[in-house]
């Protein structure tokens, strides 16, 4: 399949709103949230007299009266990502950040979805997802510059969502590890992740990253820059681990709770959350969307701090430095009492 240009993803753009919604088109223009993803500003020629609704797949809901403008994302193709289950995944996720935020201030924040297509049934091939238009200003370009207490009331907010993620109840359709679909119902199940594993769904965290690893040590044969580490005989001893001390490791992980196989332990990971793609208002100091759930999928509440915070500084960091081991301790074993932690300077990016 070719990858169309961007002029090409405009049209295609118009197009698929003429064809799913019947709707006609004043103007596109591209956005760009993602390296991942081409995301493209859609502006109707005039507001929606009437509630549209086109495929009814799950997870969509109809686009509401009045309605002058959308957003259009399609995906570009990674080695390293699940092309066949990007979208399904992602739309799966959204609906469970919602569900988890329905009872929160932030509601609002999950763009609702309008369509989607995984590219099987699609013309064109390419996978696409119909977004509501949030407004909002990207956080990544203020935060730095913000006074502490404005970015205090920021932080708060996200944290609220992170939790709300984490204390999310699952439905016994989705108990196991690993990506988020669709059932033959409609309902949110367990499904294969967006990016590459070797097998899935997995009973365990541990199943799901000795799932990864042998995949990317599978993948590591293909690049012939590093030939798998079979030369320098490293891969001999990853293989050793693998059999031999991964489980090891991996029992030491918290779960968040004393038994990893309970629904308490399952936690919705965002996976990147980070300023970038983050909207808010800047009037009222209020989070407006949480952009690009691509990469979601169910694990432990802990694995979050692998993949997520790096522009605020709050990573799980290795364990060489006293700079960060009260964080880290924090993050993997609980923060300690909230009245004797000290006072942060405003933080910075990176």
């Known amino acids: 399949m070719t ?3 961007a002029v090409s993803y405009q049209a295609l753009a118009g197009e698929i709103i003429r064809r799913e919604l019947a709707l006609k088109v004043s103007n ?10 081409l995301v493209y500003q859609v502006d109707l020629s ?10 009814r797949k ?3 809901v109809a686009m509401p009266e009045n309605t002058g403008r959308l957003m259009i994302r399609f995906f570009k193709p990674f080695g390293t990502y699940n092309e066949g289950v ?3 995944n992602k739309v799966a996720a959204m609906t469970v950040a919602r569900l988890a935020l329905a009872d929160s201030a932030l509601h609002t924040i999950v763009p609702q979805v309008y369509g989607w297509n995984s590219g099987k049934n699609e013309p064109s091939g390419q996978a696409w997802v119909l977004e509501k238009y949030v407004p909002g200003k990207n956080l990544r370009d203020d935060f730095p510059t913000l006074p502490s207490d404005k970015q205090q009331v920021l932080l708060a907010q996200l944290a609220e969502a992170v939790k709300a993620f984490q204390d999310y109840n699952f439905p016994e359709t989705a108990q196991s590890f690993g990506g988020l679909a669709f059932n033959a119902d409609g309902n949110v199940c367990a499904g294969p ?7 899935s769904p997995f009973s365990s965290h541990a199943e799901l990253y000795r799932g990864l690893l042998d995949w990317q040590l599978g993948a590591s044969d293909r690049y012939e820059l590093i030939n798998g580490w079979w030369i320098s005989g490293l891969r001999d001893r990853l293989d050793r ?5 991964l489980d090891g490791v991996l029992s030491k992980f918290p779960t968040g709770s004393s038994n990893f196989r309970s629904s308490e332990s399952r936690s919705l990971i965002w996976k990147y959350k980070e300023l970038l793609k983050t909207l808010y208002d ?5 989070i407006t969307a949480l952009l690009d759930y691509g990469l979601s999928h169910i694990s432990i509440p802990a694995a979050e701090y692998l993949h997520s915070f790096h522009s605020i500084s709050g990573a799980l960091a290795a364990p060489y430095s006293e700079e960060t081991e009260d964080l880290r301790e924090a993050i993997l074993h609980g923060f300690p009492d909230v009245e004797n932690l000290p006072k942060s300077k405003p933080m910075r990016q990176g």
């Open 3 to 5: 990858t169309p240009s």
């Open 28 to 37: 596109i223009s591209h956005l760009g949230y993602s390296r991942s993803n």
């Open 46 to 55: 005039e507001p929606t007299r009437e509630a549209y609704h086109g495929s």
């Open 58 to 60: 799950p997870g969509t």
């Open 86 to 88: 990007r979208v399904e």
């Open 193 to 199: 992740p967006s990016f590459q594993v070797v097998g």
């Open 241 to 245: 681990f693998v059999a031999e001390g």
């Open 282 to 286: 800047p009037e009222i100091l209020h």
